[in-house]
């Protein structure tokens, strides 16, 4: 990990990047933040670790835990949250029995993200399953697709 971390390293100087940078080189390689990195960086660079993750867990593009192999991200913006994206949640959570605070089943398989808003109100509610969009969606119909993934061989 040490010589990948170097490397990053090497590309942030040489670019004159910043830790949104180095955040992204992270989640590009490893797929997530490993805390590891966040602690050798923050050594490396004299900077706190607290700022790495109050960046990361600001942009939900980031993630400080291992993400399954399966995101479905459900829009929470207003014209999805009207329509009924809590619905979309609460059923996911129910298919894949995930404990409060939880959003990635113990397998690794499923990870479920909110987000604040997609950009196709037009057609809410709406979850994005591996990046597939998914428009006027119900809880039943979301469910019927995950299940239709579950029977398939899946990853990223």
């Excluded at 490893?30 to 706190?48: H, Q, T």
């Excluded at 913006?77 to 298919?95: F, N, P, Q, W, Y």
């Excluded at 479920?112 to 057609?123: D, K, P, S």
Aim: net charge positive; glycine share 8%.
């Amino acid at each position: 990990m040490e010589e990948v971390l170097e490397k990053i390293l090497t590309t942030y100087r040489k670019e004159e990047g910043n830790i949104i940078s180095i955040l992204q080189y992270l989640e590009e390689t490893f797929g997530y933040i490993p805390e590891n990195a966040v602690n050798w960086f923050s050594k490396k660079l004299v900077i706190p670790a607290s700022r790495f993750y109050g960046i990361a867990t600001f942009y939900a593009q980031f993630h400080i835990k291992p993400p399954g192999k399966n995101i479905i991200i459900v829009c929470s913006g207003t014209a999805c949250h009207v329509k009924g994206s809590d619905r979309l949640i609460s059923g996911l959570k129910r298919e894949f029995n995930l404990p409060e605070g939880e959003d990635t089943t113990a397998d690794r398989k499923f990870t479920i993200e909110r987000v604040a808003c997609v950009g196709t109100c037009g057609m809410s509610p709406v979850a994005l399953i591996n990046k597939q969009v998914y428009g006027k969606m119900t809880a039943n119909k979301l469910i019927k697709e995950i299940k239709i993934l579950k029977g398939k061989k899946t990853g990223r």
